[in-house]
């Protein structure tokens, strides 16, 4: 079974522009989790996806949202970067989410704002 | 923050020996899980120890739980070279998110 695939892998982006990140999860699983992680704060959780709604929220502006298809590829979207939105970006997949199942993230996406 | 902590930061040890990590969480939980992550790439998932549970072992690792005092410990024994990595423990309560704590860097040296 193939594992979750992150795409792309490297992105360099100016302060000011906007970035989509995707995710495609592992076969049959429908919950597609999104985090950042920097090294200044750590991994910290930006939202949750189920069945193409978002049923989770972390702590982060509006300027990150995200959606998930019905095949459920999820993609995240920053708009209005700033520099410190430079970070690996992380998804992870799981049957269903609940009760803090385990989770099986891809390799992230690095993200660098110039 | 809701942020776990983990102790401690950075550990090196040598080939052989045993490592210990401890993480303290702040909130209740439905499990806590451990992950490891080389050089700045994925996580990958290593143990899922639930609240009701007290003790869990998978090959080398033997992860406690002490729900009382809010903080799990993992211990690998016999380290080898290929254990060097970044190690994070991730409370789970009923929702979804995992609360990630700091992290501890583990170099393992032959």
């Known amino acids: 079974k193939a594992g979750v695939t992150q795409t792309p892998r490297y992105l360099i982006k100016t302060r000011g522009q906007q970035v989509t990140l995707s995710c495609s999860p592992i076969?049959?699983?429908?919950?597609v989790s999104w985090y950042q992680q920097t090294p200044g704060q750590g991994l910290q959780f930006l939202f949750e996806y189920f069945s193409e709604t978002q049923r989770n929220k972390g702590n982060f502006p509006g300027r990150f949202s995200g959606r998930q298809f019905s095949n459920s590829r999820s993609e995240m979207n920053v708009s209005t970067l700033e520099l410190g939105d430079s970070a690996l970006y992380l998804c992870a997949s799981s049957l269903s989410g609940a009760h803090g199942n385990e989770q099986f993230f891809g390799p992230g996406t690095r993200l660098t704002v110039l | 923050s809701q942020q776990g902590e983990e102790d401690p930061q950075a550990l090196s040890i040598q080939e052989g020996e045993n490592a210990t990590m401890n993480c303290s969480y702040k909130?209740?939980?439905?499990?806590l899980q451990w992950y490891r992550q080389n050089s700045g790439r994925g996580l990958v998932h290593l143990i899922l120890?639930?609240?009701?549970?007290r003790e869990k072992h998978s090959g080398r690792l033997r992860v406690t739980l002490d729900t009382s005092k809010k903080s799990s410990s993992l211990l690998i024994t016999a380290s080898r070279a290929a254990d060097t990595a970044s190690y994070f423990c991730a409370s789970a309560g009923t929702a979804s998110k995992l609360t990630f704590g700091t992290g501890t860097r583990l170099q393992v040296t032959l």
């Open positions: 120890i639930r609240s009701n549970e």
């Open positions: 076969s049959g699983h429908r919950s």
């Open positions: 909130t209740s939980i439905n499990n």
